[in-house]
């Protein structure tokens, strides 16, 4: 059973920037396609950012685009979301996932590893 622990969040004023990482153990991590989901109070978790299994392949939400990078250690099980150009818009509980296979997929249900979460806040 894999399972992935999310640290960094915190507040941090509108033009910030936040790195979050995403510790992975219990599984073969270099095997993962892992992501970055999000969800503001009231609405449904949505996707932010996905990497492969070798980090040479990316996907992202439009919404992020240029201000959100993900990347992978997989010498120590960890990806991460460096964040910059924060907005308030970007407000939510940040979560980690991983699934097998290669797709770069942005559906919820396609992963089968979640974390708990980690709170960012962007406000001044």
């Known amino acids: 059973q894999v399972h992935v622990v999310e640290s960094g969040g915190g507040l941090v004023q509108p033009g910030g920037s936040l790195r979050l990482s995403c510790a992975a153990s219990?599984?073969?991590?270099?095997?993962?396609?892992m992501a970055w989901f999000r969800q503001a109070p009231g609405k449904e978790r949505d996707f932010v950012r996905a990497?492969?299994?070798?980090?040479?392949?990316?996907n992202y939400a439009d919404s992020v685009k240029g201000r959100f990078t993900i990347s992978r250690d997989n010498a120590e099980n960890t990806v991460y979301l460096q964040m910059d150009g924060l907005k308030p818009e970007d407000t939510a509980v940040y979560y980690c996932?991983?699934?097998?296979?290669?797709?770069?997929?942005?559906?919820?249900?396609?992963?089968?590893?979640w974390g708990q979460g980690t709170q960012v806040t962007v406000s001044s």
């Open positions: 996932a991983g699934r097998r296979g290669t797709a770069l997929t942005t559906r919820r249900s396609a992963y089968d590893y």
């Open positions: 990497i492969s299994w070798s980090g040479s392949s990316t």
């Open positions: 219990g599984g073969t991590f270099s095997a993962y396609v």
